[in-house]
């Protein structure tokens, strides 16, 4: 259940646009659909945050400092969720990392967001 494979993350300028996807290669079927999935990032010198979350109803849920601006989705058929993240400023650079929202025994390598200021 532990293969996540995160991409999508590089650099941009402030105002700019990304889109990440993470493919939970090794989690079956029937535990990636009920689940609710989300987002986490983690900037140098801080602690992961949840940055957004989706039920398996479609149902989002986001970090303050994103509503308004990212946008988080999935693909049940693909295994595969994303996150549409719009009008980036300086802040948002961080490594950005998907999982369950209730089981973190496995993490990915992520994919690094740098935003310059």
């Known amino acids: 259940q532990g293969r996540r494979v995160e991409s999508g993350g590089g650099l941009v300028q402030s105002g700019g646009s990304l889109r990440l996807s993470c493919r939970f290669a090794?989690?079956?079927?029937?535990?990636?659909?009920?689940?609710?999935l989300a987002w986490y990032r983690q900037a140098p010198g801080k602690e992961r945050e949840l940055v957004a979350s989706i039920a398996s109803d479609g149902n989002t849920d986001y970090a303050d400092s994103v509503k308004g601006r990212f946008t988080m989705s999935r693909n049940n058929a693909r295994k595969t969720v994303y996150l549409q993240m719009n009008d980036l400023i300086h802040e948002d650079s961080a490594v950005y990392y998907c999982?369950?929202?209730?089981?973190?025994?496995?993490w990915g390598q992520g994919t690094q967001v740098t935003v310059s200021p």
């Open positions: 090794t989690t079956i079927t029937s535990v990636f659909n009920p689940s609710t």
């Open positions: 999982n369950f929202l209730t089981d973190h025994t496995y």
